[in-house]
């Protein structure tokens, strides 16, 4: 059995750059609007058979949402829920990796993509006055996730979020500045403010690290936005 176990976005870039000695569960539901119970069951039947397979590993990564304390939907009930099952199953080697809205070279149905093929294709976007979000690059999951597996950091729950966090409406602006299309802007009245504790990562991190610093969503925006619509254009009709 691989040591990375998934093939969407996590596990291709960290099956590229795992470390030997952790076994890094990236299968699982994904989508933050999901609400099949299938889906659900599915992930927690995969941890099961993995915890059943016996597999020889010191560290346990589990990737969940920064989100899942809140328990506020269900997608985020199912994240919290799964975090006490791993608990149970890796007591002595789990690290739970908290993450918020992850961006990299994959056109899949969460925010950024979304936000970027909408303004690209001059398509009305929707955008809740209210709601704040963070970005992270996929490579800084990665290389943040590999720093906490080499410092033998477990039995925690890291909140991997960059210092910024920022209005939906401000991440709507990048992008449209950086591919050079106007939004068709429809403004909500509503909106929730993601946001969770990252002191814990501020440990383990120089304060020079790059999603420390201000300006960070701008740089993230910049490197996926335009590729991303190449990406579409390059696809089969």
Do not use: W
């Not at 925010?111 to 963070?134: C, D, E, H, M, N």
Request: aromatic content about 8%.
């Amino acid at each position: 059995m691989s040591n990375v176990i998934g093939n969407g976005l996590l596990g291709r870039s960290f099956r590229r750059l795992a470390l030997p000695e952790a076994l890094y569960f990236c299968s699982g539901v994904s989508d933050s609007k999901e609400t099949r119970a299938s889906e659900f069951d599915r992930e927690r039947e995969l941890l099961m058979s993995v915890f059943e397979a016996g597999q020889e590993f010191s560290s346990f990564v589990y990737f969940s949402s920064i989100m899942a304390p809140d328990r506020a939907t269900e997608y985020f009930e199912h994240k919290y829920n799964m975090e006490q099952l791993v608990r149970s199953l890796f007591p002595e080697k789990y690290l739970i990796v908290r993450l918020p809205q992850v961006v990299g070279q994959v056109n899949n149905t969460t925010l950024f993509p979304v936000l970027v093929q909408r303004i690209q294709a001059g398509l009305p976007v929707s955008v809740q006055k209210y709601a704040t979000r963070s970005l992270i690059d996929i490579d800084d999951v990665v290389r943040i996730t590999n720093r906490l597996i080499e410092l033998d950091l477990k039995g925690l729950e890291v909140n991997c979020m960059p210092d910024e966090v920022v209005s939906v409406s401000d991440i709507v602006d990048f992008i449209s500045g950086e591919i050079g299309r106007p939004a068709d802007r429809i403004e909500v009245s509503d909106g929730v403010a993601q946001d969770a504790d990252r002191r814990l990562l501020h440990q383990y991190l120089s304060e020079e690290d790059p999603v420390l610093l201000p300006g960070y969503t701008r740089s993230v925006v910049a490197k996926y936005a335009k590729s991303l619509i190449r990406e579409v254009g390059r696809a089969p009709r």
